[in-house]
């Protein structure tokens, strides 16, 4: 429920119900429908700043286990502040990297509902394993696997509704964006933010895909129109408070001397760092940038 035990500070909205019900997704539901309820809230407490996130995703490297192990204590060591650090190792290392781990959450880079699915991550096994995060529409799931928005969307709410948070992909290829048509490919690929309740457990990471292993990076000014239009969809498909409250991660060749000026970017609150994260010193120094960014 929206608390008022402390007195407004500053200027104060009224919400009715069916505000409430409509832009909080919270227990709104169980409250009687049969009288009007009224909640004032200070308008500086609706959208507290945004956690930066920091995310490394290993996708098949390093070869080894102890490498991988090496790679986390890096991690682990460094100071981090404020951010909330991923990590996001092969399958095949989930076990021994999460061991390691303490201060830094542990994340898979692909899961699908629990059950009998050959070849895939069950959200059973991958919470057994210490995961509490999941990927969900890389640009290598989309593009190499061809996996559809449907079962992309699919991935999400099974994750969602076994208590994971979600790192979702969006973005474009060079092709879509020389047409001019890369916001309709993000809105499409945003249909699933409806069924959202929990913004502190769903971040949206912008990934053009021409960036994406290539050298290429956005540029500071590519990266923060991407990222605000991002937000601008969020705002029209759900509401102000999702938009402002939505953490959205940049990702694309992030590399440490590249991520200083895009984290200062008022729409961006992070990165999914690629090959940069499997150089320990490297990805401390972007954790380093992210931490001490305003």
Partial sequence: RLKTAVPPVAPAMTLDWNTCASSWGCCADSCAKDRLYEYTIPLASLHPGRRKVLAANWKGAPQGAEDAEDLAEAVERAPKGEVEVVIFPAAVHLLPVGRVLQQAALGAQNAYRSGPVTGENSLDQLEACGVSWVMVGHSDRRRTFEESDFLLHERVVAAFAAGFSVIYCVGETLHERKEGRQEAVWEEQLQLLP??????????????????????????????????????????????FAADSVRIQYTGSVTAKNCEELVTLPDVDGFVVGSASLRAQEFVEILRAVAQAP
């Fill in 195 to 240: 069924a959202v309740k929990d913004w502190d457990r769903f971040v949206i990471a912008y990934e053009p895909a021409w960036a994406i292993g290539t050298g290429l990076v956005a540029t500071p000014r590519q990266a923060q129109e991407a990222c605000q239009a991002v937000r601008a969809i969020v705002r029209s498909m759900v509401s102000d």
